[in-house]
């Protein structure tokens, strides 16, 4: 995970002015797909045999600057299918990362609402290249619920 984000951080472009770096992202239309495999979880409790693999498939439409819709499937982190849908919103830029949430809903996690779906708030920092891009994700621990993690989801844009 560390080299993702320090592959992005060089290969991005070098920016000329220190107040570039932290700024409140203007809206500017776009119309982007991105196509991901699902994720990779480092979970925060390393006692237990999550899965780390979250393997999948998921979309995320950009259709402005500063936000996108997402839909997908994946295998989480107690080896169950899970979909997902949501919006981000990521008003703040960080360089070349953007800084934001992602909210949605969740199905699959057995002992959350008994597998049925279930809303989620979730801080997210996005780089997007010109094909490549990557969602660093922080998820919440919820005891005996959901499995708190840092997750990254490399993304690839189709268009």
């Given at each position: 995970?560390?080299?993702a984000?320090?592959?992005c951080a060089l290969s991005a472009p070098a920016k000329t002015q220190a107040s570039d770096f932290f700024s409140i992202a203007k809206h500017e239309a776009?119309?982007?797909?991105?196509?991901?495999?699902?994720?990779?979880?480092?979970?925060?409790?390393?006692?237990r045999s999550f899965n780390s693999r979250n393997m999948g498939f998921g979309a995320e439409y950009r259709y402005s600057s500063v936000a996108s819709l997402t839909l997908g499937t994946y295998r989480n982190s107690y080896h169950e299918s899970s979909n997902y849908m949501g919006a981000y919103w990521q008003p703040i830029?960080?360089?070349v990362f953007k800084f934001g949430a992602v909210a949605g809903v969740f199905n699959g996690y057995s002992k959350t609402n008994d597998g049925g779906w279930f809303p989620?708030?979730?801080?997210?920092?996005?780089?997007e290249g010109d094909r490549f891009g990557v969602n660093l994700l922080?998820?919440?621990?919820?005891?005996?619920?959901?499995?708190?993690?840092l997750s990254v989801q490399f993304k690839f844009k189709a268009f």
């Open positions: 995970m560390f080299l984000v320090t592959f776009q119309s982007e797909l991105w196509l991901n495999p699902g994720m990779f979880s480092y979970h925060f409790d390393r006692d830029q960080l360089g989620a708030l979730i801080p997210a920092l996005t780089y922080l998820v919440p621990s919820i005891p005996e619920k959901v499995a708190g993690s």
